[in-house]
Antibody, heavy 119, light 110 residues
Framework: QVQLQESGPGLVKPSETLSLTCAVS?????????WGWIRQPPGKGLEWIGN???????YYNPSLKSRVTISIDTSENQFSLNLNSVTAADTALYYC????????????WGQGTLVTVSS | QSALTQSASVSGSPGQSITISCTGT?????????VSWYQQHPDKAPKLMIY???KRPSGVSNRFSGSKSGNTASLTISGLQAEDEADYYC??????????FGGGTKLTVL
């Protein structure tokens, strides 16, 4: 059974860096999938942040590209999100996901982790 | 990139059919057959209902179907049931090798 589990601080101060990790179990992250992040501000819609392939190739939302980095650790079977210079607008539920390349088949999502940006 | 356009809300009675539309441009919805639809119940993670415009993942009811015409994709739910009440989001690949979501549609089953 494939499972994705987000972890990281629930509270980040403005101007600091938000760092989250997604631990993958039941499946090797070193397989041909894209591993990504999607967020949802409280009471609002979904926003795609970006994704990474096992080869290290990354794609980011243009509106976040200057502040975001997604990395992959195949030895730990996990991938991570770093978002720097955060503001209150980055307060959201952050989900990690898996998508099959060459398709829109994004089948597995983590349960989500709430990150609040506040001093 | 601009969000795809969805109507804010739609409603229907049990047993009826409803359609949710998702309008983009030729650089996203109209240019690729990589459109998906997600169902999200309150305080739950989104669930994939349709991918690649019209394909259904294993385990998803055949009451859910997807289609596309030009720059507009559509999700149709037939035989509405109470458990279908949820938020629905469309998602499309773009010419920039990125993905964009619609703003979401709240489905109310009367």
């Amino acid at each position: 059974q494939v499972q994705l589990q987000e972890s990281g601080p629930g509270l980040v101060k403005p101007s600091e860096t938000l760092s989250l990790t997604c631990a993958v179990s039941g499946y090797s992250i070193n397989s041909d999938y894209y591993w990504g992040w999607i967020r949802q501000p409280p009471g609002k819609g979904l926003e795609w942040i970006g994704n990474i392939h096992r080869t290290g190739s990354t794609y980011y939302n243009p509106s976040l590209k200057s502040r975001v980095t997604i990395s992959i650790d195949t030895s730990e079977n996990q991938f991570s999100l770093n978002l720097n210079s955060v503001t209150a607008a980055d307060t959201a539920l952050y989900y990690c996901t898996r998508r099959l390349p060459g398709t829109a088949y994004r089948d597995y999502w983590g349960q989500g982790t709430l990150v609040t940006v506040s001093s | 990139q601009s969000a795809l356009t969805q109507s804010a809300s739609v409603s229907g009675s049990p047993g009826q059919s409803i359609t949710i539309s998702c309008t983009g441009t030729s650089s996203d919805v109209g240019g690729y057959n990589f459109v998906s639809w997600y169902q999200q119940h309150p305080d739950k993670a989104p669930k994939l209902m349709i991918y690649d415009v019209s394909k259904r993942p294993s385990g998803v009811s055949n009451r859910f179907s997807g289609s596309k015409s030009g720059n507009t994709a559509s999700l149709t739910i037939s035989g509405l049931q109470a458990e279908d009440e949820a938020d629905y989001y469309c998602n499309s690949y773009t010419s920039s090798s990125t993905w964009v979501f619609g703003g979401g549609t709240k489905l109310t089953v009367l």
